[in-house]
């Protein structure tokens, strides 16, 4: 998500919207607080805490403003007990009509205690902002969408379409149980719906804390890991061959970091290019009108690819992020490998990107493999004006004059394990950034209060608007 809303806060420079100004918490707003701090202060990192816990806090809340037991289904697997989730249903009244899925993970990268400045397990409420591992990222949506079902418990609202949500583990560990995966493998028929809410959109705020735009994700890049290998004999430094295994390596290092994937647009993409032309200088707005009609054209391409947001959603991308080789300083090296992070362009394959590395480095000596395959990839969710225009008039009310976009991610969210199953996933959030990303993956993660709150009351409307939606 954080990437996402980076990308679009170096695109747009409207500074429409005032800057947010905090007021006195409404007495509705204090109870979400509440359960907002027991999610939080829930460990949930896969080193030391407990999702299958935090599943079962939220499931007890849901049950207390009277949501049936049967309508509530925690789930786990034997060999990952501490990485369980939620389901929770809450039924509409026309039986016909598809479901709306709200999802969101409830793990939490790791926190040092050592390295915070505050406990990163104990909410707290400094200089207008919640600080907290999660306070973001994602404990803010998995708090808002059980505090959404139970306002919606509490007021007696009887939906057309039933709701659904889903709290899942595993989304920020690649190789661990993801709660997300699992239900679209195993319990498809549990979560299934028309579509489905996540993080992942959101927008960004300047230094001064005004609203810069609102972006909604539709689709995000496959991020996949290579190995690149050479192995030989060795031998003694003191008699160097030509058959050198760090050599072999430099050298098709040297070759990835010249090649350029050809440049793709989905229609998620041109849609986004197509609205922020506008807002770029003139050379930058003749070279999107050429690389929209032309995306061969070389000189438009390099013109654009200057600014790295824009070069990071033109086409796939590969950058060399590890280095391991040798065994020692007076032999010649046995073994030398290098990792190569991809962010694949929907609809391309792993294994087609691997080919075309083996291509590129042209090197039979370098052995290029897969790594662990986080998620197949998949086409974006089509940009659906049943789910993108409701979100965006909903916006243009409640933050008047910012402008809408539609986002491609260069990273990655669950989402990703939803859409290929047939349930379309789009990052819808009504969140804001401050210029730094408010410290997700790092140190003193925080949320400006009112942005927490907004977020909140935004998601509340909405999610009735898509629950009253005809077929």
Avoid at 68 to 80: E, G, I
Avoid at 93 to 104: E, G, Y
Avoid at 149 to 171: D, M, N, S, V
Wanted: glycine share 8%; charged share 20%; aromatic share 6%.
């Amino acid at each position: 998500m954080r990437r996402a809303l980076s990308l679009l806060m170096a695109l747009l420079g409207t500074t429409a919207a005032p800057a947010l100004a905090q007021t006195a918490p409404r007495p509705d707003q204090l109870a979400y607080r509440a359960l907002y701090k027991e999610l939080v202060e829930t460990n949930t990192t896969l080193s030391s805490g407990s999702c299958t816990l935090a599943a079962e806090r939220m499931a007890a809340h849901l049950k207390a403003a009277g949501i049936a037991q049967t309508d509530l289904h925690l789930f786990s697997v034997p060999d990952h007990p501490k990485e369980g989730g939620l389901v929770a249903i809450y039924p509409g009244r026309d039986p016909k009509a598809k479901a709306v899925l709200m999802l969101a993970h409830i793990d939490v990268v790791e926190a040092k205690r050592e390295d915070w400045t505050r406990d990163p397990f104990t909410l707290v409420e400094e200089n207008g902002n919640f600080y907290a591992r999660g306070a973001f990222d994602d404990k803010a949506m998995a708090a808002i969408w059980v505090d959404t079902l139970i306002r919606y418990k509490q007021e007696g609202f009887k939906p057309r379409r039933t709701l659904k949500l889903a709290l899942t583990c595993g989304e920020e560990t690649n190789g661990a149980f993801n709660g997300a995966q699992y239900l679209a493998t195993n319990k498809r028929d549990l979560i299934d719906a028309a579509f489905a809410v996540n993080e992942g959109g959101g927008g960004k705020l300047d230094e001064n804390g005004k609203p810069m735009f609102l972006g909604i994700q539709v689709g995000e890049k496959l991020s996949q890991n290579y190995t690149l290998e050479v192995t030989n004999k060795g031998g003694h430094s003191s008699r160097p061959l030509p058959d050198n295994a760090i050599y072999h390596l430099v050298h098709a290092l040297d070759k990835i970091e010249a090649y350029r994937f050809p440049v793709e647009f989905s229609a998620t993409t041109r849609d986004f290019f197509v609205r922020i032309a506008p807002t770029r200088t003139p050379a930058d707005q003749a070279a999107i009108r050429t690389l929209l009609a032309t995306p061969a054209d070389e000189s438009s391409r390099s013109t654009l690819e200057r600014d790295p947001d824009l070069n990071a959603i033109l086409h796939t991308n590969c950058v060399a992020t590890l280095l391991n080789a040798g065994h020692a300083t007076n032999a010649l090296p046995q073994r030398a490998t290098a990792n190569i992070n991809c962010r694949i362009f929907p609809g391309t394959s792993a294994d087609a990107v691997r080919q075309t590395l083996v291509g590129v480095i042209a090197d039979p000596k370098v052995a290029v493999s897969i790594r662990e395959v986080r998620n197949a990839p998949a086409p974006p969710p089509p940009l659906d004006p049943k789910v993108l225009a409701p979100a965006e008039k909903l916006a243009a009310q409640m933050w008047p004059g910012l402008p809408n976009v539609r986002i491609m991610s260069a990273g990655a969210t669950d989402g990703a394990f939803l859409t290929p199953v047939g349930i379309p996933t789009y990052g819808i959030s009504g969140m804001f950034l401050d210029p730094d990303g408010d410290g997700m993956h790092g140190l003193n993660e925080r949320v400006r209060v009112k942005v927490l709150y907004d977020s909140r009351d935004y998601l509340y409307r909405l999610m009735k608007i898509y629950a009253e939606q005809p077929e």
